[in-house]
């Protein structure tokens, strides 16, 4: 069974960070030649794709994140980082991480097999 953990999140003031993490806790799959994802989903929004790392690219990232969010993968191990500065309130949300892309749009969330259950951001203006 795959099992990703998301931890990090948290509640904020406007223009804090926060940095998420991603463990990948499989003891079969390193998922180390895989595109990993980070999505977030506010209520009553769809999930939207946050930044796309793909192994030997750099990441991809929204419009709405770029320039304030970066996302590594330090040495291709098991833990996936979203690091997050200048936040705003419209970036309150669920955030989490993806892994094993299918081929298509990255920010087509249906294109990645495997989800962590998630971790609440939370940005107060």
């Known amino acids: 069974q795959v099992r990703l953990v998301e931890s990090g999140g948290g509640s904020v003031q406007a223009g804090g960070s926060l940095k998420l993490s991603c463990v990948n806790s499989?003891?079969?799959?390193?998922?180390?030649?895989?595109?990993w994802a980070w999505y977030r989903q506010a209520p009553g929004k769809e999930r939207e794709g946050v930044v796309f790392l793909e192994p030997g690219s750099p990441p991809i990232y929204a419009d709405s994140v770029n320039g304030r969010f970066r996302c590594s993968r330090p040495d291709a191990k098991n833990t996936v980082y979203l690091e997050m500065n200048s936040l705003k309130p419209e970036d309150t949300a669920v955030y989490y991480c993806?892994?094993?892309?299918?081929?298509?749009?990255?920010?087509?969330?249906?294109?990645?097999?495997?989800w962590g259950q998630g971790t609440q951001v939370t940005v107060s203006s």
């Open positions: 499989n003891t079969w799959h390193g998922f180390s030649g895989c595109g």
């Open positions: 993806a892994v094993y892309f299918d081929g298509g749009m990255w920010y087509d969330w249906t294109r990645f097999r495997y």
